[in-house]
């Protein structure tokens, strides 16, 4: 297991069926790789904190690491990375 600090460099949403959405996020450094899941906490001034799991990895045609996630966290929003699982 590896935890590590970043922050979500970019979000997209990757698609929507049966009322379920699934996001991708760009974070601005990770160790993540194809295959890895795990999760991201993120914790707002208040103290409030949400935990989404990191569902899959996908790269993109220019090495943008995309990280599945069935929720969405803002660009620029600070995070707690674990790789839970690891293709390494």
């Known amino acids: 297991m590896l935890t590590f600090e970043t922050e979500v460099a970019d979000i997209r949403l990757h698609s929507q069926a049966k009322g379920r959405s699934l996001w991708q996020l760009a974070l601005r450094a990770s160790p993540f790789q194809?295959?890895?899941?795990?999760?991201?906490?993120?914790t707002a001034r208040s103290g409030a904190s949400i935990e989404i799991a990191v569902l899959a990895?996908?790269?993109?045609?220019?090495?943008?690491?995309w990280h599945n996630t069935e929720k969405p966290l803002l660009a620029g929003t600070s995070v707690t990375a674990t790789i839970t699982s690891s293709t390494k």
């Not at 990895?57 to 690491?65: A, C, H, K, R, Y």
Request: glycine share 16%.
């Open 57 to 65: 990895i996908e790269p993109d045609d220019e090495g943008v690491l």
């Open 34 to 42: 194809p295959g890895d899941t795990g999760t991201l906490r993120a």
